[in-house]
């Protein structure tokens, strides 16, 4: 397999309240990653009763945590380790959220990063393993392959699967349009905007051009939710969206347009 783009990262993700075991999970999977000189950083979720769950309190990821793992997950190859269950706010502003509006951390960050919920001893080196071997078919082809996208942002209708094979990838093509011109299931048009920037994003080895970015708007106003914030956008109005859920504000012809309405 060639060299993969990037320095690698391993992103921990606990809950605040530890077992001995998840305690002894998190001090193994550091050393691994530690010898492996991989960047690492920790992230702790938090203890919540959620709307509409079954009552049962869950483990959830703060909105600028959320907003912050999401990002380094495109700035070189990642392992996520969870030695919990944890689940993401679709809307940040919601607190404590409803279950309805929330992923869980596997899908979050599915076709982004390789991900391994820690249950037992043996699963730290099975996914230091499976991460050397991360790549293959799940590298996407370029900034036009679907994988590409913030599917917590895109509306897809939920997670679409299987778009690591060329069935899956067709599929999608054909319920939203091409990738110069596709059309969420808001009816928010994603169309591929004049690259501006300089920082080359990454996604899983994937080294996409500098600035690469949509162009999203949409014949009514809308909203954008983004793991952290929330845009308005009148009619008229569109934001620049990156793979890694970064969004460029309006410049001074159109503020009026687009305005950040929340931010954590």
Known sequence: MPPRPGRESCLFVRPRRM???QRRFLSAARARATEQNMIRKTFETETLRLIGGSGRQMEVLRAADAADLYSRLHRGPTLVL???SALVRLDPRRDPPDRRATRELADFVTYKAAFKQVRKDEDIAAAFEEFGGWGGSSVPDGFGDPRVLPFHVFDAGGMPGGLDDGAGAARFR???????????????VWARGAFHGREALHVAGCELPPGAHWDVSSARPFHLLTASAIWEIKRGGYLNVYPDEGVRGPTSSREGQV??????
């Open 174 to 188: 054909a319920d939203f349009g091409p990738s110069s011109r596709r059309e969420d299931r808001s009816g928010r």
């Open 82 to 84: 969870a030695v919990g």
């Open 19 to 21: 077992s001995p075991d």
């Open 259 to 264: 305005r950040k309405v929340w931010s954590s």
